[in-house]
């Protein structure tokens, strides 16, 4: 429309025909669309950001409550994965086992429900960890494993597969709970665990 009008009165001046009254007519019209253009604009992504920010509020509690019920620790990361939430779930495994307990089964069922009522197009990483028993390349397919079993029984929840990627870090030293506990030591079922990490960035080119 704004193109249409500044097509229209550089042809009126063009041609003779224009005098200052119709152009300042029409300035004044392409002003008043300019600025209704601009408010719509304006309110159309407050209105997605508002939505946006009570989506993540209802999130946040729900994951709250998650952990009050069930236990576990959650964490808003900052720097370069501003916007991300690490939610360590009490969701471990036997050893040297990627086979998901019945007992841990609840507290991803739980999760599931969160995610789906308040933030259903959050992207969704499960990241797999071991202790440290066994060599590195052994613990980094043990790690997908753990992680891939908690996707297949997410999906199974109603979560969706595009949603949901999985990544091992083994058995890093910089991320154990029970730095250096391993085997059958006690407390070693700590470093045999998942963890969830949500990303609540907008997506490149739009909000959710």
């Known amino acids: ?16 025909y224009a005098k200052q009254k119709n152009v300042n007519i029409a300035l ?3 002003r008043q669309e300019m600025r209704t253009a601009d408010q719509s604009t304006a309110e159309s992504l407050g209105g997605r950001i508002d939505q946006n920010t009570q989506r993540l509020t209802a999130l946040e509690q729900g994951l709250q409550q998650l952990r009050t019920e069930f236990g576990g620790r959650i964490e808003a990361l900052r720097g370069e994965f501003a916007g991300m939430i690490a939610f360590d779930l009490p969701v471990h495994f036997g050893f040297a086992s990627s086979d ?3 007992e841990d089964q609840p507290v991803l069922d739980k999760f599931s429900s969160v995610v789906k009522q308040h ?12 202790d ?13 494993q753990r992680a891939e079993s908690v996707k297949t029984y997410l999906v ?9 990627r999985t990544v091992s870090y083994g058995e890093a030293r ?4 029970a730095p250096g506990v391993a085997g059958e030591r ?9 963890t969830l990490v949500l990303d609540t960035r907008p997506a490149a080119g739009g909000t959710d």
Do not use: H, K, S
């Open 174 to 177: 910089n991320r154990q709970v």
């Open 1 to 16: 429309m704004r193109q249409i009008a500044l097509v229209l009165m550089v042809a009126l001046a063009g041609c003779g």
């Open 132 to 144: 440290a028993a066994g060599d590195a390349a052994y613990n980094l397919r043990l790690g997908r």
């Open 186 to 194: 006690a407390g070693a079922e700590a470093n045999r665990r998942v």
């Open 100 to 102: 998901l307990r019945a």
């Open 156 to 164: 199974g929840q109603g979560m969706i597969d595009e949603q949901l």
């Open 119 to 130: 933030y259903p197009g959050v992207l969704v990483t499960v990241e797999g960890f071991t």
């Open 28 to 30: 004044d019209q392409l």
